[in-house]
Nanobody, 127 residues
Framework: QVQLVESGGGAVQPRGSLRLSCLAS????????GGWFRQAPGKEREFVAA????????HYVESVRGRFTISRDNAKNTLYLQLSDLRPEDTAVYYC????????????????????WGQGTQVTVSS
């Protein structure tokens, strides 16, 4: 059982930045690829970004590519999401998730592939 705890959310003005962190409870976190999803009010939870176990491969939804950066530090059992050039439409609860992956260079993008989820952290972008 892997427990994931997000932090780093908050309120920011448009074009501002935030860094989200996701701390995993298990030292076996390196056996999971990591992902970030978000859910805005009245909308379904959507994929944002994913990173492989090794951290060498990543993938982003088109709307955040070039503005968000996903990374991980396996020594610290932590997944990160750097959010830059934030827009009001980025306002949502952001969730981190872990997907059991046998290859070190692949990642998961579908919600139903993920095995464990954090409780979410709110990001609000408003002037």
């Amino acid at each position: 059982q892997v427990q994931l705890v997000e932090s780093g959310g908050g309120a920011v003005q448009p074009r501002g930045s935030l860094r989200l962190s996701c701390l995993a409870s298990e030292r076996t976190f390196s056996t999971y690829s990591g992902g970030w999803f978000r859910q805005a009010p009245g909308k379904e939870r959507e994929f944002v970004a994913a990173v492989s176990r090794s951290g060498d491969s990543s993938h982003y939804v088109e709307s955040v590519r070039g503005r968000f950066t996903i990374s991980r530090d396996n020594a610290k059992n932590t997944l990160y999401l750097q959010l830059s050039d934030l827009r009001p439409e980025d306002t949502a609860v952001y969730y981190c998730a872990a997907c059991l992956t046998y290859s070190t260079s692949t990642f998961c993008t579908a919600r139903n592939q993920y095995n464990y989820w954090g409780q979410g952290t709110q990001v609000t972008v408003s002037s």
